[in-house]
């Protein structure tokens, strides 16, 4: 081979070379055209899921929260023993009931809205923490409130003393304001803490993401007791105390709204233990135990 067609072949291979860049070059060029051209997907409408996955997102991003409402209860019958310098006796199956304040137009603002009047309506208070998209842990006020009822005859046996001399008890007592009055009114305060399970939920025909979850708590109980011992001639003793311990299982249902705000309906049932309740300035107590069943609707916000 001379060095002629070496040169041929050569310049054969260029141009062999040459035709497929310059192919290759405008299929390129084509091909970027027509994604030019092309129409740009329209948007996806948000769906529940994705709203409530991004609910989802917010809590994880929103750690705390902190919420505010009210509650009612239904407690079971209770036993109390009272003890002191000049008595020794038991009341059992003492009926008590809570004592919330009445809702009307008036009150909404006067009480129930207003900060000066915090503690006269039953209420709760909630800051929780959240650990994951679905689990929280919460520090908890439930400002409940207890009250014997006046006026109802229970089994009694013991005895007390006072300045017309000593009296035992029979197989029954009625309970009024001549011999005591006995209650937790501002209030039966129970402090706990509370671990909450989440789940996802979706509520037919309501755009706005939701969860079902339930909670187990335990923590101590602080009460305000109004207690007035009119057989011992012991006027009302009125001062917190932490009195006992109180734990409680529950669940329900939180719906947000506005992105960072959300509503929360509630059931507890709990059970109260309160071995050291404060009857009199000098020292007299009281214990008693029993369960409660309670209903509450907060509204709340993260941050």
């Known amino acids: 081979m001379n060095f002629g067609e070496i040169m041929y072949l050569n310049n054969g291979s260029a141009k062999v070379t040459l035709v497929l860049s310059v192919a290759m070059l405008v299929g390129s060029f084509n091909t970027a055209a027509q994604m030019q051209n092309a129409t740009a997907p329209e948007p996806v409408a948000p769906t529940k899921v994705s709203l409530l996955m991004e609910s ?16 009612r209860e239904v407690y079971s019958k209770s036993d109390i023993h009272f003890s002191g310098t000049n008595h020794d006796f038991t009341l059992s199956d003492v009926k008590a009931k809570d004592k919330q304040k009445e809702l009307t137009l008036g009150t909404l603002f006067t009480t129930f809205l207003n900060p000066g009047n915090l503690t006269i309506p039953q209420t ?20 409940m409130k207890y009250v014997v009822s006046d006026g109802q005859t229970v089994r009694s046996s013991g005895s007390y003393t006072n300045s017309s001399g000593t009296t035992t008890l029979g197989a029954t007592k009625t309970l009024n304001a001549d011999f005591m009055h006995y209650e937790h009114t501002d209030g039966l305060n129970i402090i706990s803490l509370e671990y909450e399970k989440q789940y996802s939920l979706e509520i037919p025909r309501v755009n706005m ?12 109980v602080m009460p305000k007791s109004n207690i007035t011992m009119t057989m011992i001639e012991q006027t009302r003793n009125d001062q917190f105390h932490i009195a006992g311990y109180s734990a409680a299982v529950g669940g329900g249902v939180e719906a947000d709204f506005l992105k960072r705000y959300f509503v929360r309906g509630a059931y507890k049932f709990g059970y109260v233990n309160l071995p050291d309740v404060k009857t009199s300035a000098r020292g007299d107590k009281a214990s008693q135990s029993f369960t409660y069943n309670e209903l509450l609707m907060l509204i709340g916000v993260r941050f």
């Open 124 to 143: 709760n208070m909630r800051i929780a923490y959240q650990l994951s998209k679905d689990t929280a842990v919460a520090f908890n006020l439930d400002h």
């Open 56 to 71: 989802q997102l917010n809590s994880a991003i929103n750690k705390w929260s902190f919420a505010w409402g009210w509650n």
């Open 209 to 220: 993401p939701a969860r079902a979850f339930s909670l187990v708590g335990l923590g101590f």
